[in-house]
């Protein structure tokens, strides 16, 4: 079957960095997404990737194993209103969208 | 990037009645368009799956008599709740995507949500 597994909740302090996790099991890759969302409201795009490597954007940046079946997102300079899910999507052999549980990320001041 | 419209943001109806969502691509055409549903805490489920012109293809589970879509043009897709009932109480997502988009890489891009609460 196709599993995606990413951490449920982490924790970190405002002006911190954090790493959240993301490892998949799927038929076919053609991609990786990284979506942040606030309670409440629908997803909003990050970052994606299809080679291995990192892209970096402002604060934010993600990285790809291929071979590991491996992601990770990293958010620098911590703000509070980073405080939200941030959910880890593959896109499988039919172009179909694999989603992760996401993980709920708590910012302390 | 892509604007896609959904309405109404927030409805609460009573149960047994229909309750339509409509989802619009503003700036670009939507040949797919994907049909979500979220219950608290929980991650994105998809429902379905649209095609202008063709039949939808739901996810297992999915009841296609309950969760009719529409998706008749190359910028609007509907989904209708019918008979709904307290257990249909959740947020509805819709998304496109825009395969000639200058993205390239095949992004949905998600509309703003349906809060659906019925009584």
């Known amino acids: 079957g196709q599993n995606i597994d990413q951490p449920t909740e982490m924790t970190a302090t405002e002006g911190a960095i954090v790493q959240i996790n993301c490892t998949y099991q799927t038929s076919g890759f053609n991609g990786l997404f990284w979506y942040q969302q606030h309670a409440g409201e629908a997803p909003t795009f990050l970052s994606y990737n299809v080679l291995d490597g990192l892209e970096e954007k402002g604060r934010f940046s993600s990285f790809l194993s291929r071979s590991k079946g491996y992601s990770y997102l990293l958010l620098k300079e911590l703000q509070m209103k980073d405080s939200a899910s941030y959910l880890c999507?593959?896109?499988?052999?039919?172009?179909?969208?694999?989603w992760g549980a996401g993980t709920k990320l708590i910012i302390k001041p | 990037g892509a604007v896609v419209s959904q309405h109404p943001s927030r409805v609460i109806c009573k149960s047994g009645t229909s309750v339509k969502i409509e989802c619009r691509s503003l700036d670009f055409q939507a040949t797919t368009m994907f049909w979500y549903r979220q219950f608290p805490k929980q991650s994105l489920m998809l429902m379905a799956t649209s095609n202008e012109g063709s039949k939808a293809t739901y996810e297992q589970g999915v009841e296609k008599d309950k969760f009719l879509i529409n998706h008749a043009s190359l910028t609007l897709s509907t989904l209708t709740v019918t008979s709904a009932h307290p257990e249909d109480s959740s947020f509805y997502i819709c998304?496109?995507?825009?395969?000639?988009?200058?993205?390239?890489?095949?992004?949905?891009?998600f509309g703003p949500g349906t809060r659906l609460t019925v009584l």
């Open positions: 998304s496109a995507r825009d395969l000639a988009g200058s993205s390239g890489y095949n992004e949905q891009f």
């Open positions: 999507a593959v896109l499988d052999s039919n172009y179909q969208l694999i």
